[in-house]
């Protein structure tokens, strides 16, 4: 193991932590690859972190607000398509339906590198629906497979929520071969 010059950096916080689980790492191809794909996480994590605290503040932006914010720092090419009369939403559910978008996003980008992404969401008289849909990578996918954790986690909030979610494999349509996530949250 090398001495690895973290200058600038907290050798406690996450970014040095990365950097010195790589350097303990350094010859281990498979275990860097682990390392680079914790650090993705993390990072996807943090990211998260700011947007929960930015969509309970009190001056926190409306949720397309927030979306269109959400999108543009993604780096891919996605479409926001409203459906209804938008409508307030409270904190909880904005946060929560912020939450499902940024992991939808991390695993597009991580799974289908280069698919052309729909965030659409949908509001009527009893429910706001809220679909994100991937057409098929155009890119070269990260190795590993994902714990399959996320899905749970968007389910549980939308549970929690009074809502249902569904998510899987699109068999039909332009977006063959992609994925949708879809949650419906009624009120």
């Keep these: 193991m090398r001495k690895a010059d973290t200058a600038g950096a907290d050798p406690t916080g996450p970014d040095g932590q990365a950097i010195q689980t790589t350097v303990a790492l350094d010859g281990d191809g498979a275990g860097i690859a682990r390392a680079r794909h914790m650090a993705a996480d993390l ?4 990211e998260q972190a700011q947007w929960t605290v930015h969509a309970l503040r009190e ?3 409306p949720l397309l607000e927030s979306l269109t914010a959400m999108i543009e ?3 891919h ?6 459906t209804g009369t938008v409508r307030e939403l409270s904190a909880q559910v904005t ?3 912020l939450r499902i978008a940024q992991e939808a996003l991390t695993n597009a980008a991580r799974h289908a590198p280069g698919a052309e992404l729909a965030v659409e969401p949908a509001f009527d008289a009893t429910s706001t629906r809220f679909a994100i849909r991937k057409g098929p ?3 070269e996918a990260a190795a590993g497979v994902g714990s ?3 899905l749970i986690g968007m389910r549980e909030r939308v549970v929690l929520l009074g809502g249902a979610l569904t998510a899987g494999p699109l068999t039909e349509g332009p977006d063959r071969a992609g994925w949708q996530v879809e949650a419906v949250i009624r009120g």
């Design 59 to 61: 001056d926190s932006l």
């Design 95 to 97: 946060e929560n339906l």
């Design 77 to 82: 090419r996605e479409v926001l398509a409203v």
């Design 137 to 139: 990578a155009t890119g």
């Design 43 to 46: 990072s996807a994590s943090l």
């Design 73 to 75: 720092s993604s780096g």
């Design 148 to 150: 399959g954790m996320g």
